[in-house]
């Protein structure tokens, strides 16, 4: 990677988790935080543990984040979670539009471009993902994709784009153990990156995502235009985390 962007560790816990176990998972980030050096580190936890991530994180290196916001403000929008509270949580980071919530909630590209307006308006910095689905790539498909999932969030222009993050996370990498070759990842974030350049945000962070471990990271880190990584599964267990984390070079 380009060493002028700092580097991005995210781990997105998704539905898992309780009292108990995140205990130990944040007791465990907390014990070798250290070794990680000159790499932000974040969790994005499911909104009733932001408190607990809170109370173990703060004044520690480790961010934490959200999975999800609303667009709107207040009001009556039973079951949202504004950006007003989770700035309330000590929240920096929120994934806008993750595969999951395009797939399951029909999440709309314009409207995870809302989201990601609704986060900046509140000092939080969104992790903006697109990614194409298997039938996508083998139909050719995979750049008008992402290209689609990109233009309201382009749209947002320059000073946005420099606030936020972009993570490509190819849907059938998610959770498949069928990682992306760095070949293939780099050649989707120079396509993204080129996008960005054009809008004059050249050195926003493009991270991946999918069934990355500590095994296949450095591979993945030493494309020029990975710039970290969104951790599924492999952010459950602290040492694995981290060693995901250590291997950015
Ligand atoms: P996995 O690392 O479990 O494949 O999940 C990736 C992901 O969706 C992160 O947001």
Same mark, same amino acid.
């Given at each position: 990677?380009?060493?002028?962007?700092?580097?991005?560790?995210?781990?997105?816990?998704?539905?898992?988790?309780?009292?108990?176990?995140?205990?130990?998972?944040?007791?465990?980030?907390? =014990?070798?935080?250290?070794?990680?050096?000159?790499?932000?580190?974040?969790?994005?936890?499911?909104?009733?543990?932001?408190?607990?991530?809170?109370?173990?994180?703060?004044?520690?290196? +480790?961010?934490?984040?959200?999975?999800?916001?609303?667009?709107?403000?207040?009001?009556?929008?039973?079951?949202?979670?504004?950006?007003?509270?989770?700035?309330d949580f000590g929240v920096s980071w929120v994934?806008?539009?993750?595969? #999951? @919530?395009?797939?399951?909630?029909?999440?709309?590209? @314009?409207?995870?471009? #809302?989201?990601? /307006?609704?986060?900046?308006?509140?000092?939080? =910095?969104?992790?903006?993902?697109?990614?194409?689905?298997?039938?996508?790539?083998?139909?050719?498909?995979? !750049?008008?994709? +992402?290209?689609?999932?990109? =233009?309201?969030?382009?749209?947002?222009?320059?000073?946005a784009l420099a606030r936020l993050v972009i993570?490509? #996370?190819?849907?059938?990498? +998610?959770?498949?153990?069928?990682?992306?070759?760095?070949?293939?990842?780099?050649?989707?974030?120079?396509?993204?990156?080129?996008?960005?350049?054009?809008?004059?945000?050249?050195?926003?962070?493009?991270?991946?995502?999918?069934?990355?471990?500590?095994?296949?990271?450095?591979?993945?880190?030493?494309?020029?235009?990975?710039?970290?990584?969104? /951790?599924?599964?492999?952010?459950?267990?602290? !040492? #694995?985390?981290?060693? +995901?984390?250590?291997?950015?070079?």
């Amino acid at each position: 990677m380009d060493q002028s962007r700092t580097r991005l560790v995210m781990g997105n816990w998704k539905m898992h988790g309780s009292l108990a176990e995140n205990t130990v998972l944040l007791d465990g980030l907390l =014990a070798g935080a250290a070794r990680v050096q000159g790499t932000q580190v974040a969790v994005c936890v499911p909104f009733p543990y932001l408190a607990q991530a809170r109370q173990a994180l703060v004044g520690s290196p +480790i961010g934490w984040g959200a999975q999800d916001i609303s667009t709107h403000e207040r009001g009556a929008y039973t079951g949202e979670v504004s950006a007003a509270m989770l700035a309330d949580f000590g929240v920096s980071w929120v994934l806008c539009g993750h595969s #999951e @919530r395009r797939a399951l909630h029909g999440e709309t590209s @314009r409207q995870v471009a #809302e989201k990601a /307006v609704a986060a900046l308006g509140a000092g939080l =910095a969104p992790v903006v993902c697109v990614g194409e689905t298997l039938a996508d790539r083998d139909a050719g498909q995979a !750049e008008s994709i +992402i290209a689609e999932q990109l =233009a309201p969030v382009l749209a947002l222009g320059a000073d946005a784009l420099a606030r936020l993050v972009i993570a490509y #996370e190819p849907v059938w990498a +998610i959770g498949t153990g069928r990682t992306a070759t760095p070949d293939q990842a780099q050649a989707v974030h120079a396509f993204i990156r080129a996008a960005l350049t054009r809008h004059g945000a050249g050195q926003t962070r493009v991270l991946y995502g999918g069934s990355v471990k500590a095994a296949n990271a450095a591979s993945l880190f030493a494309q020029p235009d990975i710039d970290g990584a969104l /951790v599924g599964g492999a952010a459950l267990v602290a !040492e #694995e985390f981290l060693n +995901i984390a250590a291997a950015v070079a």
